[in-house]
């Protein structure tokens, strides 16, 4: 895997450089920023951009992502801006508190890149006949791909995760459906569980805007990359690490993960020394969704440490 890393838009970029940048002049000292989820770079070079001199750490856990982050990184002159860590943003705490860290601003764009969709063996789509395999990080031998979950999880397993991670109403026949199908071949492929989900849709309801696909590859791909849990575990940590007058916005891009962001950030307003800068999330504008379809289910939220 690898290859050229195809073109990527930041979503709500304006909205959430204003955000983070809007206490820059009454923060004393050098200025170090987080970007969770580095991608193509969008939103720290849009920091970038307006204030030259502030200090990034960066993290992707995708391989390809990090390459080309690097070069990215190289092209615009950022070497002495930017640190790019090829890991999870689980782990960026750790990493900030060994070298006694606190951060002006964190950004994390929570959705699954133009890349890692548009690249045919990621398996993250099925558009094309692809392995089974939407782990971000995929040189990593430990994680289970989308083909061992699908072959060796129990049928009440996958029935609770395309339930829970896909909110899919035919979860318990489409986990029939693969238990009966994988005891006489292995599916190992983004068009064969396709064809299975799509049969296990009554017909009337198979050629709606959606596929009926889509909910149970974005429970996989949850299942995978643990995402849910990660995020969940990771904003608290990540909080305790920012200043005084710091934000932290984070964009999300399904219900599941706006409802955790959205649990976090109240719950540390209420406990104190935070405030909620939006009570309700920044959506795109027209403007944006017609420049870029992916955008049309962000949600961006935003929180203060006071």
Known sequence: MSGTFLSHFSVLNTECTDHLLANYDRQEGEKTYADLTFGAGGHSLSLLDRHGDLQIIACDQDPDAFENGLKIIQEKNYTENINLLNINFAELPEYLSQRNVQLNGVVA????????????????????????????????????????????????????????????????????????????????????????????????????????????????????????????????????????????????????????????????????????????PILPSKKEINENSRSRSAKLRVIEKI
């Open 109 to 280: 764009d929570l959705g699954v890149s133009s890349h890692q969709f548009d690249k045919d063996e990621r398996g993250f789509s099925f558009r094309r006949d692809a392995p089974l395999d939407m782990r971000m990080n995929y040189k990593n031998s430990e994680i289970y791909t989308a083909e061992e979950i699908v072959n060796g999880y129990l049928r009440e397993e996958l029935e609770q995760i395309f339930f829970e991670f896909g909110e899919e109403r035919f979860s318990k026949r489409i986990a029939e459906k693969i238990i009966e199908i994988r005891s006489r071949e292995k599916i190992k492929t983004t068009k064969q569980l396709e064809d299975i989900v799509f049969h296990c849709y009554p017909k009337k309801m198979r050629f709606g805007k959606t596929n009926p696909s889509t909910r149970v590859f974005q429970a996989l791909r949850i299942e995978v990359n643990q995402e849910l849990k990660v995020l969940s575990e990771a904003i608290p940590r990540i909080l305790e690490c920012l200043k005084v007058g710091a934000r932290m916005v984070v964009i999300s891009f399904h219900s599941l993960e706006d409802r955790i962001v959205k649990r976090a950030f109240k719950t540390a307003s209420l406990n104190g020394g935070f405030k909620l800068i939006v009570k309700k």
